[in-house]
C-alpha cells in the first residue's frame, strides 16, 4: 500500500517562505502525477499546483509566480515551495498521486501538514 507523508508546514509571517516535502512510502515515482491540494478554513479542498511523469508544471492562479512544485524521483519525494505568503494561504496542504494502475490510474492523498501565515 502506498503511503504518502507530508512534512514543513507551521507558521510563518506574511510575505514569508515555507517548502512543504511529500515523501512517497513506494518507489517507482517518475510514473507518478503529483498534485499539491488545500483546504482552507470552511471552504472546499482546491487544487494548487501540479507535476506531470515529464516535469510539466501547472498552477492555479492563485499561487502563479508565488509558489513552485518540484520532484525528486531518486528520493520518491515532491516539493511545494511556497514564497510571498498571504494571510489566504492558510491551509491544510496536502500531497495527491496519481498512480497508473492497469488502465486507470489509483489516487493516494496524504494527511496534510498545516500552514498558517500570520502576524
Known amino acids: 500500500q502506498l503511503q504518502l507523508a507530508e512534512s514543513g508546514g507551521g507558521l510563518v509571517q506574511p510575505g514569508g517562505s515555507l517548502r512543504l516535502s511529500c515523501r512517497s512510502s513506494r518507489s517507482a515515482f517518475s510514473t507518478y502525477t503529483i498534485n499539491w491540494y488545500r483546504q482552507r478554513p470552511g471552504q472546499e479542498r482546491e487544487w494548487v499546483a501540479k507535476?506531470?511523469?515529464?516535469?510539466?508544471?501547472t498552477y492555479a492562479d492563485f499561487v502563479k509566480g508565488r509558489f513552485t512544485i518540484s520532484r525528486d524521483n531518486a528520493r520518491n519525494m515532491a516539493y511545494l515551495q511556497m514564497n510571498m505568503l498571504k494571510p489566504e494561504d492558510t491551509a491544510v496542504y496536502y500531497c495527491h498521486i496519481e498512480r497508473p494502475a492497469g488502465d486507470g490510474v489509483t489516487h493516494y492523498w496524504g494527511q496534510g501538514t498545516q500552514v498558517t501565515v500570520a502576524s
Open positions: 507535476t506531470s511523469t515529464s516535469d510539466k508544471r
